[in-house]
């Protein structure tokens, strides 16, 4: 589980983000940093039961990323973020990059997320093609009642305002087609980021999420 002092380091670091503060603070976030890569490992082992893509011997470590914020090109200057991610991703047959898992853990705004934020151009061309030949299979995942109770409606994400290039605007599945992202995810309270419980909920979670990963994935093969 993530420990009530990881919370708080957060919570503390959202208030006093600059870099004398967190040198000060250097050894909490040190700790902090441990516990989360704790906490992924077993997640990663979890998730691993029953997504057979997913490489269960990957280094933690790497799955957790930076405390460091890139400010090069934001108007944003503080230095640090406000949350630790844990980024699991799926083993792909060519390598590239493809639908993954991902948790967050900020107080007021962890959550639980899966599928793929924002694909690079050929792989949204795949994908949109996958929806426009097999478009039931998708709907089958993403508004099975359960799937709608845990993670809303998928649709409601960011779309085009016009319609993609070769689809017609009256395609059956045009709402679909739009989808700049195409991602499922979950908020998590701060109580249930403490709970002994918090690997078994997110792996549950991610569960659920693995029939949308696969699909996104077969269509970028």
Known sequence: MIK???LDFLK?????????WFMANKARHDAAREN???????????????DPDINTEADPKKCVLRIYRDI???PDKTPYKKNFGITIPRQHPNGSRGSEYYVQIEPGNSFVAGGYWMPEGNHLK???QEIDYNA????DIVDAPEFVKLFGHFREQEKLKTN??????????IELLKLKSFVAWRKLTDAEVVKKDLVAKVASLCNHIYPLNLFLNNAIV
């Open 12 to 20: 503390e670091l959202a208030q006093n983000n600059n870099r004398d």
């Open 36 to 50: 989360v890569i704790e906490f992924a490992a077993l997640i990663i082992k979890e998730i691993g039961k029953s």
């Open 4 to 6: 009530k002092e990881t």
């Open 126 to 128: 795949a994908i949109r």
């Open 164 to 173: 993609p290039r070769d689809y017609a605007a009256d395609n059956e599945n």
């Open 72 to 74: 090069r090109f934001s």
């Open 136 to 139: 039931q299979e998708l709907k």
